[in-house]
């Protein structure tokens, strides 16, 4: 052995360096952080277009974050403009808005030093300082509207107290501290002015396709209406496209937003109208009203969706999204839900969106396909489950039957369920291997509906199959909740937007119903139960009288992965691929 | 906002640096590294007495490993012995022994300069260096018996691609490199010399007792036998004691091994004889042999028992385990694994056990429990799974009827399955919460059973339950395995050491068979499978017909987690508690 060396690659994720030395690199961060400050206390106003995205956090709108994501880096920028600050403010997030388990930058004042920090609360919101400081503060600005705080966060860190920033939702938190506090674990979480704010943080980095010379606008606006003093309100508006108007392309949409509403307009959505009907009434007001025609319910086309904190919508270079022309309703309904916890009187609104389209087709008609679980209540969740899975498949069968052999082309993606929905997932697969994620948000929020563009788009040729993955949460719930059309049932749905426009509306599963029967006459003699199968009992009324025992829970789990499928492969709602 | 202070605490277990500081540090590491070679090379010799544990790694005994571990530091240092390095070596630890997804520490020489790394291998078994450098090396040292190499590994480190180091069996595995090699990527970990040994790496850090003046020492060992020249030979010795020999206390036991032997004995046990019987034949031969008396069947009772890489068993203070007096056979059978590889020929070998032992009784008589499942083939583990559980229970009704009201401490354990066992967990539950672990092998091999003392003695009371839980693969094999004595049915059991001895021997449980035979039903209706379930077909054939889908293998183990199970609480094996 005649020398030795040590040899080793040098990219390192996450070193263990012993603890001395760790705690003299902490105090030169510190040392840097002081510097920074006084830069940037003395320095330049970091700028508008750093920061192409932004959010009110709360209904008021005294905090206002902007951020800005960089891929390469894998971390976000925030910048949180606090326009009344009194004592200092807390800003996180956690797994669906809770502040407890939540990862948290605080801002706190004991009335002569202001300090910050990278803190946790634990499971019953008493709030730690991180062991690992990985908020970092990189400014603070005062100006005429408040103080700017600067600071920087990587998607994942190394602490288990962290959260992982992920693509699809993030629960914002915030709380506002109205009191001098001596210490971070003075803070009594659940005494402040709190409250949470959805938001898809990672936004994927698209490059804006060229727009045509002849591009025109429409906007589609509420008639200056006064926002209802209620929490919640649906609104509806009728509006109408121009007698003959020819077959257009919609290439792109944004927001338009009444200056001071920006935290009360929480989603907005354009629906097309169904094309059987020559006429519809013009309706305004809200959606829930008994004056409402009954006949708004055949306008579910969606043309348009925004909510909160998205941006404008581009479709992409090849293709655009048909309107006008024949077979196509001149009628249009503007939905828009206005989230008003404080309860504001005689605001007066005239938000909507703004299309904007062009004569000059592109090359391909966009389409929208329903992927995931057919609307039937043979797929049930038990009571009292904190995750229950259900699963529906778009299968190679279908695919291979309705689809061309060049393929389309997803490039946006709005999932859907209803209230006890947690998690979202489409995944490509092929040859029974899963090839790539179609769109996943493991933070999903039925509140919380945007269309999203993806950051890749996925091609699907004939033969592959795309399967749709829902997580949900019934623990408030005292008895099944099976599948439908009710919002005290629950719907599997991943709409997607591809190009070019396939016959394929619908390509979705359930489980094969005599399966089912089976399941229930298992149970019957497995637990000595009496459940009533007689054919005059409803699925539903089946799954109400089953007794969930943790067996007749594991046996529904097992048969929803092992029966065979029932695939729905339609061309409209009604006629199925042969 | 009068001015501004970063605050944080000063632990950081996993700090996220930049990598700019991390290669900075990394080369500080190698530097270091490069002054401690030299001042270990010039320095003198580490002390024996620092590595108290030691095992050969290898059959012939080139190379043999030294280790202590600090748990203040959460680390182990080991002290290789290399006795005829040629271009260097493999060490390192897997799951369960295997050369791919494995942690090695390398040292390599291409004939010139040698080098020395923390590296890990893929799922191919190609070689990679690792990005964290875990294996630290401290030292090496040229000595006329071969070359020593120092080097010290944390029990976890922040690194996924490192091997956690825990309780229980560690499989340690070895390479010798005999041609130079250029790179740490060329060595083809398939084409060289290697093998694997088992070891109890975290060695629990226990207090030795003292040991009583009239001490007396008796030595079971082999009477100068031949090893058979096959790779694995039981042999049975059979020993007695003296006549009249009255009650002791064993306080103590440690091997006997003959020099040069010691990569060879790999396990051995003294049972005792049943007292049933007055004589027992004094058999010496392989245990397997036609000419083996079958009386010797009855001699099960362990008195004491080694595994390679052990050291002495020592009693707590307060307990000894009884052997002589009236009711105690006097016949003890040793039996001995010889591993044998290299298929050495006319080895002979006298090694055994050393019983220390005093008249002088201490105050409690030490008792043996057995713990998990009843032998039995209701519970079984279909074919084809890589992790199938199943779980024995010590109910709270029987710790409440048999256990005294100050309870009993349990201060050592062997765990035991047949051959696909892969891990075993004894757990204390009280009031349906889990209190504390009893002895855990992740690692579990059925080819290293010791008897290992706990890190802490567990107390358990009347009321308590104890579950354990074993892991199987059953990945090779074609039909079900049934619970049962046979070499290739399985068990699940805790051999518990404790004091002071009560008359429950034995606590262990089953699936009620009445919820079985449903699930035989079951899977025959749900299936469309004839399943035959007339009374003179065994359990055993009814799992040998269940067609093995996932959904049979699913309701199985919702069935063994859900169905009643039949307990039982014996005094002896035979009399159970009321």
């Not at 509420?222 to 929490?231: F, L, M, R, T, Y």
């Not at 709005?414 to 790539?436: C, F, I, N, P």
């Not at 599963?509 to 000595?528: I, K, Q, T």
Request: hydrophobic share 40%; aromatic share 12%; proline share 6%.
């Amino acid at each position: 052995l005649s020398s030795m060396q040590s040899s080793g690659s040098k990219s390192c994720r996450c070193p263990s360096f012993k603890l001395r030395e760790v705690a003299s690199m902490y105090f030169t961060m510190i040392a840097v952080f002081l510097v920074i400050l006084v830069v940037a206390l003395q320095g330049s106003a970091p700028h508008g277009s750093d920061f192409p995205y932004k959010v009110p956090l709360d209904p008021q709108g005294l905090l206002e974050l902007s951020w800005n994501v960089s891929y390469p880096e894998q971390d976000v920028h925030f910048q949180l403009l606090i326009r009344d600050l009194q004592f200092g403010l807390l800003f996180g997030m956690s797994d669906r808005g809770e502040f407890e388990n939540a990862d948290l930058a605080v801002l706190w004042s004991d009335g002569h030093n202001s300090y910050f920090g990278d803190a946790w609360s634990d499971a019953k919101g008493q709030l730690h300082m991180d062991s690992q400081q990985d908020y970092q503060l990189l400014g603070a600005r005062r100006a005429p509207e408040g103080l700017y705080l600067l600071f920087r966060r990587a998607f994942s860190t190394c602490d288990p107290k962290d959260y992982l920033i992920e693509d699809g939702t993030v629960h914002l938190i915030y709380g506002i501290l109205e009191k001098p506090v001596h210490s971070l674990q003075a803070i009594n979480i659940s005494a402040i002015h709190r409250g949470l704010q959805r938001v898809q943080l990672l936004k994927p980095n698209i490059t804006i396709p060229n727009l045509p010379r002849d591009m025109k606008t429409m906007e589609i606006t509420a008639p200056d209406i006064v926002i209802p003093s209620q929490e919640t309100t649906y609104w509806c508006y009728m509006a109408e496209l121009p007698d003959n108007f020819p077959k257009h392309h919609i290439i792109m949409y944004e927001p338009v937003i009444t200056a001071g509403n920006e935290a009360l307009v929480h989603h907005m959505e354009v629906f097309q109208c169904a094309a059987e009907f020559d006429s519809f009434p013009h309706y305004n007001g809200p959606c829930d009203s008994k004056m409402k025609p009954d006949r708004l319910n055949y306008c579910r086309h969606v043309l348009a969706a925004w909510a909160m904190g998205a941006q404008a919508f581009y479709y992409p270079e090849e293709a655009g999204l048909a309107f006008g022309g024949p077979g196509s309703s001149r009628y249009l309904r503007l939905e828009i839900h206005y989230h008003n916890p404080l309860v504001f009187e005689g605001r007066r609104d005239s938000s909507g969106i703004r299309l904007y389209y062009t004569a000059t087709l592109r090359q391909y008609d966009a389409g929208i396909m329903e992927l995931g679980l057919v609307y039937t209540p043979v797929m049930a969740i038990p009571p009292g489950e904190d995750a229950f899975i259900l699963t529906g498949y778009c299968t190679d069968k279908c695919t291979q039957l309705a689809l061309p052999a060049a393929g389309i082309h997803i490039f946006a993606s709005q999932l859907h369920t209803h209230l006890a929905g947690r998690k979202v997932v489409t995944v490509l697969s092929r040859d029974g291997r899963e090839q790539q994620v179609v769109n996943a948000d493991g933070h999903y929020s039925p509140h919380f509906q945007e269309i999203r563009m993806l950051k890749e788009v996925v091609a699907v040729f004939p033969g592959d199959e795309l399967i749709t993955t829902c997580t949900y949460n019934t623990e408030d719930r005292s008895r099944a909740t099976v599948g439908g059309f009710g919002i005290l049932e629950e719907m599997c749905v991943n709409y997607v937007h591809y190009y070019p426009q396939t016959q394929l509306e619908l390509c979705k599963s359930a489980v094969d119903p005599g399966y089912l029967h089976r399941y229930f006459n298992l149970v019957n003699r497995f637990n000595d139960e009496e459940v009533c199968m007689c054919p005059q009992v409803s699925v539903s009324q089946q799954f109400f009288s089953v007794p969930w025992n943790t067996f007749n829970r594991d046996v529904l789990k097992s048969l929803y992965s092992f029966a065979p499928i029932s695939v729905h492969c339609n061309k409209s709602s009604a006629v199925r691929f042969p």
